[in-house]
C-alpha cells in the first residue's frame, strides 16, 4: 500500500510559477512509477508528466512541454512538479500517482494509488 499526500497549489497569476510536492509512504518509492494528472470542473481527468521507476524515464503532455518539469527526491520519498508559465487553462485539481515497476505511462488507469489532489487557481 502506498499513501500519496499532494501539497503547494494555490492561487497565482498568468505567467507565475507554483512548485506541486506529492509526498509518498508505506511502500520502497523507487520501486514505483510517478506521475502527476489534472482535472478542471467538468473536464475528465488529464495526463501531465510522468517518471518512470527508473528515475530517468519522462513523458509529458504536449500542453506543458517545455513549461513543467517532473522531478521526484528518493531520499524524502517526494515527487514534484516546477510548474513555470503558468496559463489559465492550467487552473485544476492536481492528483499524483503512483504504479509499481511503471515505465511513465499517461494513462490513469495504469495507476494503483492515488492522491487526494491539491487546487492550482490561475488568474489571468
Known amino acids: 500500500q502506498v499513501q500519496l499526500v499532494e501539497s503547494g497549489g494555490g492561487l497565482v497569476q498568468a505567467g507565475g510559477s507554483l512548485r506541486l510536492s506529492c509526498a509518498a509512504s508505506?511502500?520502497?518509492?523507487?520501486?514505483?512509477?510517478m506521475a502527476w494528472f489534472r482535472q478542471a470542473p467538468g473536464k475528465e481527468r488529464e495526463f501531465v508528466a510522468a517518471?518512470?521507476?527508473?528515475?530517468?524515464?519522462?513523458n509529458y503532455a504536449d500542453s506543458v512541454k517545455g513549461r513543467f518539469t517532473i522531478s521526484r527526491d528518493s531520499a524524502k520519498n517526494t515527487l514534484y512538479l516546477q510548474m513555470n508559465s503558468l496559463r489559465p487553462e492550467d487552473a485544476a485539481v492536481y492528483y499524483c500517482?503512483?504504479?509499481?515497476w511503471g515505465a511513465g505511462s499517461g494513462h490513469p488507469s495504469d495507476y494503483d494509488y492515488w492522491g487526494q489532489g491539491t487546487q492550482v487557481t490561475v488568474s489571468s
Open positions: 500517482a503512483a504504479d509499481q
Open positions: 517518471l518512470a521507476w527508473n528515475g530517468y524515464d519522462t
Open positions: 508505506g511502500r520502497t518509492f523507487s520501486a514505483y512509477a
